[in-house]
């Protein structure tokens, strides 16, 4: 396993650099100059200038990568324009709260989705797997920001069992944290039950009908031991796949639900980043992300190797 997984790290070395060379590049096309909005409704030339030399943006691109994956490498992600404050030190800040509530969201989907597939596809063509698809395709067709109004409304505001926004450090308060996080994660967590629901169905569906799953009938094996045992073993691969990049999506930054809830997440360090022009920030922030999109997907090809024998053998 040790090598695989060593040779997989390798793989993901230079995808990132290719996105570090991407982000930098991009970055540079968002309209407008930071350095005007730094500088103050004053715009001395003289500031300018010197504002320009001191961030090293008058020096060529090649150079200003150079410079800024150098820094990267020691663990220096520079310095956000807006705020003055070490990337490094907003990313540590708010990468806990984006990582709570993306835990949090891909437990609640796991939860109800992968039974409710399950049952969905044991009972194919009955009632229910009928209310199972009615569930899915409502948690897929209703708005995030709809769903999490209608729940401060109601929970929140008409009967005030949970706190309609803000945030609290897990650590500092464990029982509000969980409470202040419930809602927005019930919101996310419902969304995406509804498409591992729908995967976990077709994965099923498929295994069901294999010659092995006859086999394990026609040898009297009860119907827990062949639908937990056989079925779903082999049917969970793709359902690793599928949770892998929900989870890197989620932290990548549910904006909406940020917003709506006010946490204080990576979506909102984004967001204020991009329309302040905050190159460093966005740079940091997108790298953070694509180094935890890697890492995820270097956790499902374990868990591939963990519930099939064969990638074992191959390993």
């Known amino acids: 396993m040790l090598p695989y997984i060593s040779k997989r790290i390798l793989v993901a070395l230079p995808t990132l650099v290719i996105i570090s060379v991407i982000v930098f590049l991009l970055q540079k096309l968002l309209p407008g100059d930071p350095i005007l909005a730094l500088a103050g409704e004053d715009r ?36 956000s324009l807006r705020t003055s404050q070490p990337v490094l030190d907003l990313i540590v800040e708010k990468l806990p ?34 209310l199972a698809n009615l569930v899915a395709i409502s948690g897929m067709s209703i708005p995030n920001f709809w769903l ?23 650590f500092s308060d464990p029982v509000r944290s969980i409470k202040t996080m419930l809602m927005p994660s019930f919101v996310l967590g419902t969304a995406l039950a509804a498409t591992i629901m729908r ?3 077709s994965a099923m569906l498929e295994v069901l009908k294999s010659d092995y799953i006859r086999t ?56 204020d980043a991009v329309f302040n022009r905050d190159y460093a920030v966005v740079q940091g922030v997108v790298l953070c992300t694509a180094v935890g999109f890697l890492l995820v997907n270097l956790v499902a090809d374990i868990l591939y190797g963990v519930f099939n024998p064969r990638i074992r053998a191959s390993l």
């Not at 709260?97 to 194919?124: D, E």
């Open 44 to 79: 001395d030339p003289a500031t300018l200038d010197f504002l320009r030399e001191h961030y090293h943006l008058n020096d060529p691109l090649p150079l200003q990568y150079a410079r800024w994956l150098g820094a990267v490498l020691t663990g220096d992600f520079g310095i």
């Open 199 to 201: 995967h976990t169905r």
């Open 216 to 271: 394990a009938r026609a040898k009297g094996l009860t119907s827990r031991e062949v639908i937990l045992s056989h079925s779903f073993r082999n049917a969970i691969l793709p359902i690793i796949t599928l949770t892998a990049i929900l989870f890197g999506e989620l932290m990548a930054g549910a904006v909406l639900t940020e917003q709506i809830f006010a946490i204080p997440g990576f979506g909102k360090l984004t967001v």
């Open 97 to 130: 709260v984006t990582l709570q509530l993306a835990l949090m969201s891909i437990a609640i989907a796991l939860i109800v989705g992968i039974p409710t597939g399950i049952i969905a596809a044991v009972y194919k063509n009955t009632v229910f797997d009928w």
């Open 148 to 170: 999490g109004i209608m729940l401060i409304l109601l929970i929140s505001v008409n009967l005030g069992w949970l706190p309609a926004s803000g945030y609290e450090p897990l």
